[in-house]
Nanobody, 120 residues
Framework: QVQLVESGGGLVQAGGSLRLSCAAS??????LGWFRQAPGKEREFVAT????????SYGDSVKGRFTISKDNAKDTVYLEMDNLKPDDTALYYC???????????????WGQGTQVTVSS
């Protein structure tokens, strides 16, 4: 059984940076992704990475600012977020799936989420 635990969220000023971590245990999924959800909004795809091949994909709103990476030795995926904007404020979730996809329904395992708040 796979478990995903996120960490690293917090409060940051606009223009600042944060790094989120997603520690996986159990059978590591083929792909690990990050999604986010702000109050009153639908869940949004942020980034995904295939765990062994390292192929990455990003949502349009974060391209050029966010970077997803992995450390296989630690079974951990990271999301480096730079040049943060107030619109990036959301609960960020790590998710595990069997295909590299930007669709949340392709992911069957989810973490509990970590809050990111960007002040203007």
């Amino acid at each position: 059984q796979v478990q995903l635990v996120e960490s690293g969220g917090g409060l940051v000023q606009a223009g600042g940076s944060l790094r989120l971590s997603c520690a996986a245990s159990g059978q590591i999924p083929y792909t690990l992704g990050w999604f986010r959800q702000a109050p009153g909004k639908e869940r949004e795809f942020v980034a995904t990475i295939t765990y062994f091949g390292g192929t990455t994909s990003y949502g349009d709103s974060v391209k050029g600012r966010f970077t997803i990476s992995k450390d296989n030795a630690k079974d951990t995926v990271y999301l480096e977020m730079d040049n943060l904007k107030p619109d990036d404020t959301a609960l960020y979730y790590c998710a595990g799936g069997t295909i590299a996809s930007g669709r949340d329904y392709d992911y069957g395992v989810w973490g509990q989420g970590t809050q990111v708040t960007v002040s203007s």
